[in-house]
């Protein structure tokens, strides 16, 4: 998203985030505008980061949990089997 805002700085970030307000910028309004394109991107690049953790994270569990699988799936194998009906 930031990248969009990047490339296309006449579109207004709040519309693109929210759907709130004109999608142009204005050109009254220039600084206004920059300081809250400014505090937008941040907010997006931190929130891209918080996003790269979380997916960083569940890879890490979803590696713990299969190993977790093949760890039970050993010990399934291993047991004793009992209660079995001997036939003959």
């Known amino acids: 998203m930031s990248k969009i805002i990047e490339i296309h700085n006449d579109i207004n970030p709040t519309w693109l985030l ?3 307000g004109d999608i142009y ?4 309004s220039t600084t206004t505008q920059t300081t809250e394109l400014s505090s937008l991107l941040a907010l997006i690049r931190e929130k891209e980061e918080i ?15 299969r190993q977790m699988t093949i760890e039970k799936e050993k010990h399934v194998s291993d047991a004793p089997i009992s209660g079995t009906a001997n036939v003959g």
Not at 25 to 28: G, V
Not at 51 to 65: F, M, N, P, S
């Open 18 to 20: 929210t759907g709130k």
């Open 25 to 28: 910028y204005n050109t009254s």
């Open 51 to 65: 996003i790269r953790e979380q997916d960083r994270e569940i890879g890490r569990l979803e590696e713990r949990i």
